[in-house]
C-alpha cells in the first residue's frame, strides 16, 4: 500500500517539455522524452503519467491542502492568530489583491493540472489509446477529465462570480481544452461561467462512462477517480448551478431510496458509524469517495500548506495555531449537543500562548502533518440529494429529513427530526445548510455553501460581514494573467 502512494505520489508529468535528443545519442529506456510520443509508448508509461496528474493536483498550493484553508477562512468560522500574510491572512481578512501570494499560487498550480491533463488527453488520442486498447484507455481518459473538471469548478468557487448572478451569463474562466507543450500565444478570453460549467458537466459525463465501476483495493478507491467520484462529484457542481432536478438524478444513482443510505452499484460507499474513523489511518474507509494521500514520516503538502499546521495546535507540538475556530461561529449553535460525536473533534488548547482557544482534530499528525485531505465524503452526497428534494418538492419533504437525520444520527442518535419538526421547506433546507456546516467543519465547503447561495459572508473578530454585492466576496484574478494573457479582463 506504502509503495504504491510512493509511485503515484513521486512521478512527474512535464514529460512532453524535453528537448530533441541528438540521433547519435540512443534514447534511454527509463528515461522519458517527448521522442516519438515516448510518454505514449509503453503500458507502464501511460499509467505513470496518469497518477501523476493526481500527484499534481495534490500540491499544497492547491487540492492539497491550500484549497481547502481558503475556503474554510474566507468564510466565518475562523479567527485569524498569527497575522501571517503568507498563511492566508489576507484571504482571511479580505484584503487580497492581483498579486497576493495566495491568488497567484493557486491559480498557477490549477491551471498546471488542467495544462497536464489537456496533454495527457492529447497524448491518447495520438497514440496512447492504440498502445493499452480501448477500454484502458476510456479508464485512464476518465480519469484525466474527473481531474480537469475538478480543477476547473475549483477555480471557479474562487475566482468568478456565483451561477445565482446572473444565471451563468458573468465572466468565468479561460477555457483550455488542448494541452500546451511549447511557447506560444496562448491569449484567451474568459467563457461565461455557464459555459465553464457546462464543461465540467460534460466532463464529469465522459467520465462517468469510462471510469471503472471500482478499484481492486479499498485503497485505490480513495485516491483515485471511479464512477461514483463523478457521480458525486455532479451532485456537488449541479448543486452549484441550482439545477437542483439533476442533483435528484445523479444522487440517486448513489443513494438508495431509504435508510440505511448506501451506494447500490460500484463502490459500496456509506457512512462509516463512528465519523472519528475518516480522519485516520488508512483512511480508506468508503465514507472517503476522493481525498489527497500523503505518506506519514516521508511526505507532506509542504511547508505551511498543511491542515494540520493550520487548524490544530498542542503544546506547540502539532500545528502552530495559525487559525482558531470562532468562539460565535458555528461551535456556538447550542442545537449542536455536547454528546454530538463530531464535538469529540474539537480540541480546546492548554499551551499558554493559545490557552481556552478551540481548534479542530480533525488533523492530528505532528509535523510534517500528512494528514489525507478528504475532497469529498458520502454525508456530502446526503446532505446535497437532502436539499435538492427539499428544493425541488418546496416542501418539507420525507425522504430529505431521513437523509438529513442519517448524518444527525450517526453522531448524535438523540436527535431525530420528523416533518413535524418543520414548518417550511425554507426551516428544512435551512437545518440542512447547518448540518452542513457542523459536518464538514474544517473541510473547505463553508465559503462555497454561501456563495453558491449569494449569501452575506458573515462578520468575524474584527473583519466585517461581506454581501454578495461587496467586490471582495470573489477574488481578484491572478495578475500574472492579466500581465500574459492580452485577452482577459480582471474581475470588477
Not at 493557486?106 to 489537456?118: G, M, S
Not at 479499498?218 to 441550482?242: D, W
Not at 435538492?388 to 429529513?401: C, E, K, L, S, Y
Request: charged fraction near 15%.
Amino acid at each position: 500500500m506504502k509503495k504504491k502512494i510512493l509511485v503515484m505520489l513521486g512521478i512527474a508529468v512535464t514529460l512532453n517539455y524535453s528537448c530533441q535528443k541528438d540521433k547519435l545519442y540512443p534514447v534511454n529506456q527509463t528515461q522519458v522524452s517527448n521522442q516519438d510520443n515516448a510518454p505514449f509508448t509503453t503500458p507502464s508509461r501511460i499509467l505513470s503519467q496518469v497518477l501523476a496528474l493526481y500527484s499534481t493536483a495534490r500540491s499544497g498550493q492547491f487540492l492539497g491542502g491550500r484549497y481547502t484553508v481558503y475556503n474554510e477562512v474566507k468564510a466565518d468560522n475562523w479567527v485569524n492568530y498569527s497575522q501571517n500574510s503568507i498563511t492566508a491572512y489576507q484571504t482571511w481578512n479580505a484584503t487580497v489583491t492581483s498579486t497576493s501570494s495566495e491568488v497567484q499560487n493557486l491559480w498557477a498550480q490549477a491551471y498546471y493540472v488542467i495544462n497536464n491533463c489537456n496533454l495527457f488527453i492529447d497524448g491518447m488520442a495520438a497514440k496512447g489509446t492504440s498502445v493499452v486498447g480501448a477500454a484502458t484507455a476510456a479508464n485512464y481518459i476518465g480519469e484525466a477529465k474527473f481531474v480537469r473538471a475538478l480543477s476547473y469548478y475549483c477555480l471557479l468557487q474562487l475566482y468568478a462570480r456565483p451561477y445565482i448572478d446572473g444565471n451563468g451569463s458573468k465572466p468565468g474562466l479561460p477555457l483550455r481544452l488542448t494541452g500546451n507543450s511549447v511557447y506560444g500565444n496562448y491569449d484567451l478570453a474568459r467563457s461565461t461561467v455557464a459555459q465553464v460549467y457546462a464543461q465540467v458537466i460534460s466532463d464529469l459525463n465522459d467520465a462517468e462512462t469510462g471510469l471503472p465501476s471500482t478499484y481492486s483495493d479499498a485503497l485505490t478507491n480513495v485516491i483515485r477517480a471511479h464512477k461514483n467520484s463523478a457521480i458525486a462529484l455532479k451532485t456537488r457542481v449541479y448543486l452549484a448551478m441550482q439545477a437542483y432536478d439533476k442533483v435528484v438524478t445523479e444522487g440517486n444513482k448513489i443513494v438508495t431510496a431509504s435508510a440505511p443510505f448506501t451506494a447500490p452499484t460500484g463502490v459500496a460507499n456509506a457512512l462509516q458509524a463512528d465519523v472519528t474513523k475518516v480522519y485516520a489511518a488508512p483512511y480508506s474507509t468508503t465514507e472517503s469517495i476522493f481525498s489527497m494521500p500523503f505518506v506519514s514520516g516521508t511526505e507532506n503538502p509542504g511547508t505551511q500548506n498543511q491542515l494540520g499546521y493550520y487548524f490544530y495546535q498542542n503544546a506547540g507540538t502539532k500545528g502552530i495555531a495559525e487559525f482558531y475556530l470562532n468562539p460565535t461561529g458555528v461551535i456556538a449553535d447550542p442545537n449542536w449537543k455536547a454528546a454530538d460525536k463530531r464535538r469529540s473533534l474539537l480540541y480546546t488548547s492548554v499551551a499558554s500562548a493559545t490557552a481556552g482557544k478551540v481548534f479542530t482534530l480533525k488533523y492530528p499528525l505532528a509535523s510534517p502533518y500528512p494528514d489525507y485531505v478528504p475532497i469529498m465524503r458520502y454525508p456530502e452526497v446526503l446532505l446535497n440529494l437532502a436539499e435538492a428534494r427539499a428544493r425541488t418538492t418546496n416542501a418539507v419533504d420525507p425522504q430529505a429529513v431521513a437523509l438529513l437525520n442519517a448524518v444527525r444520527n450517526r453522531s448524535d442518535a438523540s436527535t431525530t427530526f420528523t416533518v413535524a419538526s418543520f414548518a417550511t421547506a425554507t426551516d428544512l433546507i435551512n437545518a440542512i445548510l447547518q448540518e452542513r456546516n457542523i459536518e464538514f467543519l474544517g473541510e473547505g465547503l463553508r465559503n462555497i455553501d454561501l456563495v453558491r447561495l449569494g449569501l452575506t459572508i458573515p462578520a468575524k473578530s474584527t473583519v466585517s460581514a461581506i454581501p454578495s454585492t461587496d467586490s471582495r466576496y470573489i477574488w481578484p484574478i491572478a495578475g500574472d494573467e492579466l500581465l500574459y494573457n492580452k485577452l482577459m479582463t480582471p474581475n470588477n
